[in-house]
C-alpha cells in the first residue's frame, strides 16, 4: 500500500476540528501522512494541531502567517511525500472508509485522480454516512471527456476536497493564492494532466454548510475572483481543448449572469450598480456567437434579454426562482 498525504488546511475552526481530524486518523486506509497546516488560527486550533501530532506519529503540523485557503494548502503539499494527495477542510468530515476506497479505484483503473460522492449537512452533532449507501456507479473518462463532464453534466466536479491524486500530478499545479473559488482552475488545471479519470458515485466526503443562502448574502469585490476563475479557465480550455471552448465560455457568460441575478436580491447601492455594471460589461465581452452555438432555444432568449435589459431579466428570473 503507498502512502496517502491529506492535507488539512486549518483556520479558526477548534469547535469542528476534533472531529474533522478524527473522522482522518480513524481511516480504514493506515497509510496516510496527515498535514495539519495551521494558518495563522487566532482561535485554540494552533494548540488543538499539536496536540493531534502528539498522539498519532502520522499528523505533521505547520504553523504559518495566515494567507488563505489557498496558501495553506499549497504549504501542505510542499511537504508532502505521499504517492497520493487528498484534501480536506477542517469543517468537513470524511467517511472511515474514503481514502481506501479511493485507493483502491486507483489502483484498479490505473487512475492518475479519483473522485467520490459527498453529502451537504448543517449539523456536525447529527450527520454520519449511510452505512448501505446503495448502488454506486463507477465511471471512467480521458482528459478530453472529464473536462467535457466537468464543463457541462458534472459528473466530474470542481470541488478538490473529494479527489485523489497522484502527488506528482497534485504537486505539480499549486492553487492560485489570494483568490477565492480556487478549486476552479486548480481541478482543470489537473484534469488536463491526467491520462484517466475514475469518478464513483459513493457519497464518502461530508462537506459542511453554514446556515443562510449564498444568494442573500453580501456582495463583495471577492466574489469577482469567481468569474476571473472562470474566464481564465475558458482561455486555458481554448488552447488544451478547442471544442470544448464554446461550452467553457458559456459557463464564463452564465456566471456573470448569475452573479448579476444575485446582485438584483441585494438590498440597492451605489457599490453595487457598478458591481452590476462590470458583470454585464465582461458578460457582452464573452464570445456570445460561441456561447449561442452551444445553448439551447431558452438560454438563447435569456441571454439576449440580459443583453439588452439585464436588470429586468433578472428581476423576472428571480420573481420565477429561476437559476437560484
Known amino acids: 500500500m503507498k502512502l496517502i498525504s491529506v492535507i488539512v488546511p486549518v483556520y479558526n475552526t477548534a469547535e469542528y476540528l476534533d472531529a474533522c481530524v478524527g473522522s482522518i486518523v480513524g481511516q480504514t486506509y493506515r ?9 495563522g488560527s ?18 505533521r503540523v505547520i504553523h504559518k502567517e495566515n494567507g488563505g485557503l489557498s496558501s495553506a494548502r ?72 472529464a473536462v467535457k463532464s466537468l464543463l ?50 459513493e457519497p464518502l466526503y461530508g462537506y459542511y454548510q453554514r446556515e443562510g443562502s449564498i444568494m442573500n448574502s453580501r456582495y463583495t469585490e471577492k466574489r469577482f475572483d469567481g468569474i476571473y476563475a472562470l474566464e481564465q479557465r475558458a482561455k486555458e480550455v481554448k488552447q488544451s481543448f478547442p471544442d470544448l471552448f464554446p461550452l467553457a465560455e458559456r459557463n464564463y457568460a452564465g ?14 447601492s451605489e457599490e453595487y450598480r457598478g458591481y452590476r455594471k462590470r458583470l454585464h460589461d465582461l458578460f457582452c465581452s464573452a464570445d456570445l456567437e460561441t456561447v449561442y452555438s452551444v445553448t439551447g432555444l431558452k438560454y438563447r432568449v435569456w441571454y439576449a434579454m440580459f443583453r439588452v435589459m439585464p436588470t429586468l431579466t433578472c428581476q423576472i428570473r428571480n420573481l420565477l426562482k429561476i437559476g437560484l
Not at 486548480?186 to 484517466?196: A, C, G, P
Request: charge should be negative; glycine fraction near 6%.
Open 74 to 145: 499549497n504549504a501542505g503539499m510542499k511537504i508532502a511525500t505521499g504517492a497520493y494527495c487528498g484534501f480536506v477542510d477542517s469543517d468537513d468530515l470524511i467517511s472511515p472508509r474514503m481514502f481506501e476506497t479511493l485507493y483502491t479505484l486507483a489502483i484498479d483503473w490505473n487512475a492518475d485522480i479519483v473522485q467520490c460522492g459527498y453529502s451537504c449537512f448543517f449539523d456536525h452533532s447529527v450527520f454520519s454516512f449511510p452505512e448501505d449507501p446503495g448502488l454506486d456507479e463507477e465511471i471512467a473518462f480521458d482528459a478530453h471527456d
Open 255 to 268: 456566471g456573470c449572469m448569475y452573479h448579476y441575478q444575485w446582485l438584483c436580491r441585494l438590498p440597492d
Open 42 to 59: 487566532t482561535d485554540r486550533s494552533p494548540e488543538m494541531c499539536d496536540a493531534w501530532a502528539e498522539r498519532d506519529p502520522r499528523i
Open 152 to 201: 457541462t453534466d458534472g459528473r466530474v466536479d470542481v470541488i478538490c476536497c473529494n479527489k485523489l491524486v497522484t502527488g506528482e500530478i497534485a504537486k505539480s499545479v499549486p492553487f492560485e493564492e489570494g483568490r477565492i473559488n480556487e478549486d476552479v482552475l486548480w481541478t482543470y488545471r489537473v484534469l488536463e494532466k491526467v491520462k484517466k479519470t475514475v469518478v464513483t458515485s
Open 31 to 39: 497509510e496516510l501522512e496527515i498535514i495539519l497546516v495551521d494558518d
